[in-house]
């Protein structure tokens, strides 16, 4: 049978057209995601930057690392660098010459941004080359490292930082700016205490790894008193045998890890990679969809033609043979196709995220073992599809009985559109969605996104596999306002075709069904939880009038805040971002078998501020009772108050605080707060200022403007803050929504115009007949635009459907963490993919409608075309 079907696809390619493209887009989309995906995994290693000229590095333990409850080792990377003790330092310059190194934010006036400080002698560990002037020679004099390193020269004007955590690295400028400064210029630096005037000295070359100032050093320790690392030029050997276990000694190659970029690329490529995770879940759905929804309809288009074949002797056997004999040829070629595209496809994706920020910007798709591998194993998976999607319309066709090749096989299919195992299936994958929304509310906040994200499949699964139980009441409500006001047999004819051929409607709404199901479940989806997050954030600093944020700056001098405080008729709450790691109490659902070793995002601010500025949900305790000795957390920690916990801060230090008050659990990461005491190293990020009862609005605004204004700070009103701080968030949301959904929905709609013209091509002979009754090629095309309409409204409104039930299990969840919160539907995105959707069918309808009704229809009469 193996010849029979390659004489088929000779002599009948046209048929199969459809099911090749479907399959090669649907594998190089997957291929497409593994290699990328892959990319994430085998990235290269590169080469020490900073500390290419050192020897020898020593720097404090990157990682934490605790003793679990079943005696295994728990490790989490640490948020910020442990430094080095002045004993440790005494002991590793017995092995030799050593270089103290110390790294704190600066910013210089009018610079790119992330810049960091270093004193004039770690230069030589580059090393740095001086391009023009010389060395500093005092306190007030810098050296400008070339801005050639990460992010753009930028003007001090401009919109602000806003507080918070970016998922997202801006984009590199690597080469794209030069430094204005010159030796002998007086310029304007923020330093962590204050802005302060320093003459340049010097100017050095660009480098690719940083952007950099350099001080004395003598004015780097004051500005930064702890040592983050410190290079030896003395045997590794030594080094190691002087230090011992209490510091990590670095060598070779192994001295990138102490490189600033190191941290930064890992933990992009490991968002890289939990992104084009969610994003190769989703495409795996739709490729799988399209594809065996696209082989099944495409023999069961064939249905005459397989009875005919019955009729001329043929056992049901043979049938099913040739049919998964034609599905293994057209899986081979398409599935090849597919993973030829992909290896032009991956680049230009890794190009992409790269260069919107995404990933790093050296990102790119090697040819590695991995990818091969990969590759290989989206060819296999391709044409398992191809003879899994075929192989269930195979059994059907093996039971195709001759006499059908005499009547309507397309009415004889429309009987059986509902089997048995359809109908199971539909109801399956909907008591699972139902499910997973219902079992969203027993989870902690933290894993709903993830969770509705499971539920869109689930429904649009679902609903396809059930719709031609809904197609006929669908198709009426539809077409009834037209038949209401239109007198002619146009609607009717309509209305009439989509009634007669269920399984074809069913099979054309599809593709219409997953584009806009996926694509308004997931835009309102992010909308809702993000706009709910927004609102969640704006309720606990309500009572605040105006917020101090830093301008193209890393954070807010000391300065600043402390003037900002000092402001009359007005409470100001400065808040300093940091992380803390403990193990939460039990929960027998989360972790059935102990609690591991967590990171928290936190905020450390003073306790009266807290009080009198930030107003978060308190479910047990006070507010007040924060100290040096205390800690208050969310719900999720599984504390009470008064509980000991052991903590561990961001640079690993570890401390016994007492829970002071317990907050409601919420969607964002506004849920633990510690004492200044425990803030870290980083700048605070924003200060939250209320007007005292009885102050003069005017003189109190106009005294925390003038305390913020040096040039590095800005005092907005709560309102601008909110709506900058969302548009940040939105536009992060948008790309990574690009990355999950936005190659899914073109690749459904190609399967949209694919399907649709599969469809027409096949009713050739049905169209004759509408020309032989007296319609003219007009009305035909007409009848076919109109049905094309109407098989996307059906799409739609399953699409709404799935919608409706997926948002509206995600607003009562919500609703029990921010009362009010709304969901959000992108209307614009969803009316376009929608209207999309319908000129696509158009185009795929009415051309091959066009074409076919060239051929004169007594052609057609007596064959199927």
């Not at 002599?11 to 990319?39: I, K």
């Amino acid at each position: 049978m193996l010849s029979i079907a390659r004489h088929t696809l000779r002599t009948r390619w046209g048929a199969f057209v459809g099911s090749f493209v479907a399959l090669m887009l649907g594998v190089a989309l997957l291929s497409t995601m593994g290699l990328v995906l892959a990319a994430t995994v085998t990235a290269p290693e590169r080469g020490p930057g900073r500390f290419a000229a050192a020897p020898v590095v020593v720097r404090g333990a990157p990682a934490l690392t605790v003793t679990d409850s079943w005696g295994g080792r728990d490790k989490e990377p640490l948020a910020e660098p442990r430094g080095l003790s002045d004993a440790l330092v005494a002991k590793a310059r017995t092995a030799g010459r050593t270089v103290l190194d110390r790294s704190f934010p600066v910013q210089l006036a009018g610079g790119p941004d992330r810049q960091v400080g270093h004193a004039w002698p770690s230069a030589a560990l580059a090393p740095y080359r001086l391009t023009a002037g010389r060395p500093p020679a005092s306190d007030d004099e810098i050296v400008v490292g070339g801005f050639g390193g990460i992010g753009g020269f930028k003007g001090t004007g401009g919109t602000g930082a806003t507080s918070g955590t970016s998922g997202f690295r801006g984009t590199s400028g690597i080469g794209d700016a030069k430094p204005d400064a010159k030796p002998g210029d007086k310029v304007t630096v923020l330093t962590p205490e204050r802005p302060r005037s320093y003459t340049v000295s010097g100017v050095t070359a660009p480098v690719p790894f940083e952007n950099a100032l350099f001080f004395s050093e003598r004015e780097a320790a004051r500005l930064s008193p702890r040592v983050d690392a410190l290079v030896s030029y003395g045997p590794a050997d030594a080094v190691r045998a002087a230090v011992g276990d209490k510091a990590q000694v670095l060598t070779g190659d192994d001295r990138r890890d102490a490189d600033p970029r190191a941290k930064e690329d890992s933990e992009a490529l490991v968002g890289v990679s939990s992104l084009l995770g969610m994003a190769a879940g989703v495409a795996a759905f739709v490729s799988v969809s399209v594809i065996a929804s696209t082989f099944a309809y495409s023999v069961v288009q064939r249905r005459r033609e397989l009875a005919l074949m019955r009729l001329a002797g043929a056992t049901p056997r043979q049938v099913r043979r040739l049919v998964l004999g034609e599905a293994k040829i057209v899986g081979i070629a398409a599935s090849a196709a597919g993973c030829a595209l992909s290896v032009l496809g991956g680049p230009l994706l890794a190009d992409w995220l790269a260069g919107h920020g995404i990933a790093p910007e050296w990102f790119s798709v090697p040819l590695t073992w991995l990818s091969v591998l990969l590759v290989l194993a989206a060819f296999a998976l391709g044409v398992l599809l191809a003879w899994l999607g075929a192989g269930v319309a195979a059994l059907r066709a093996g039971r195709t009985r001759p006499l059908e090749a005499l009547h309507d096989s397309e009415a004889e299919a429309d009987r059986k559109a509902m089997t048995t195992g359809r109908r199971l299936l539909g109801l399956t994958a909907l008591a699972c969605g139902i499910g997973l929304l219902a079992g969203a509310p027993l989870l902690p906040p933290l894993y709903w996104a993830g969770l509705t994200a499971l539920v869109a499949p689930a429904l649009i699964l679902a609903f396809a596999l059930l719709s031609p139980m809904v197609i006929p009441l669908i198709a009426r409500l539809v077409t009834a306002p037209s038949s209401a006001l239109s007198r002619g047999a146009g609607t009717m004819l309509v209305r009439a075709a989509a009634l007669t051929s269920i399984r074809r409607t069913a099979a054309t709404a599809a593709p219409v069904l997953i584009t806009v199901g996926l694509a308004c479940s997931l835009w309102s989806t992010s909308g809702s939880i993000q706009t709910a997050r927004s609102r969640e954030a704006e309720h606990q600093v309500r009572a605040a009038d105006m917020v101090v944020v830093p301008v193209h700056a890393p954070g807010l001098s000391r300065a600043v805040v402390d003037r900002v405080r000092a402001a009359r008729g007005v409470d100001a709450a400065a808040t300093t971002p940091t992380t803390v790691f403990t193990v939460p109490g039990p929960d027998a659902l989360l972790y059935p078998a102990g609690a591991p070793l967590l990171p928290y995002p936190a905020r450390a601010v003073t306790p009266s501020a807290l009080t009198a500025v930030m107003k978060p949900s308190v479910v047990s305790g006070k507010l007040a009772d924060l100290g040096d000795d205390t800690i208050v957390v969310d719900e999720s920690w599984n504390r009470s108050v008064g509980d000991k916990v052991r903590v561990w801060l961001a640079d690993g230090r570890e401390v016994s605080l007492r829970v002071a008050a317990v907050l409601k659990t919420g969607l964002g990461d506004n849920g633990v707060f510690v004492s200044p005491r425990y803030a870290g190293t980083r700048l605070s990020d924003a200060v939250y200022v209320r007007l005292r009862p009885g102050a003069d609005p005017a003189t109190a605004r106009g005294a925390v403007a003038a305390a913020a204004r040096d040039g590095f700070a800005e005092a907005v009103p709560l309102g601008r803050w909110s709506a900058r701080v969302d548009a940040r968030k939105a536009e992060e949301t948008r790309l990574a929504l690009l990355v999950i959904g936005g190659i899914a929905v073109l690749y459904t709609g190609v399967a949209i115009a694919n399907t649709l013209a599969m469809s027409t091509r096949h009713r050739a002979r049905e169209l004759a007949l509408l020309r032989l009754s007296g319609l003219t090629p007009a009305q035909v095309l007409r009848v076919v635009a109109a049905e094309a309409l109407l098989v996307v409204a059906v799409g739609v409104v399953l699409a709404a459907g799935v919608a409706a039930l997926s948002l509206g299990g995600l607003w009562f969840a919500l609703r029990q963490i921010v009362s009010g919160a709304p969901v959000v539907i992108p209307a614009g995105p969803v009316v376009g993919i929608a209207a999309a959707c319908a000129v696509i069918a158009l185009l795929a309808t009415v051309v091959p409608a066009w074409y076919a009704l060239r051929t004169p229809a007594v052609r057609f009469t007596s064959t199927e075309g």
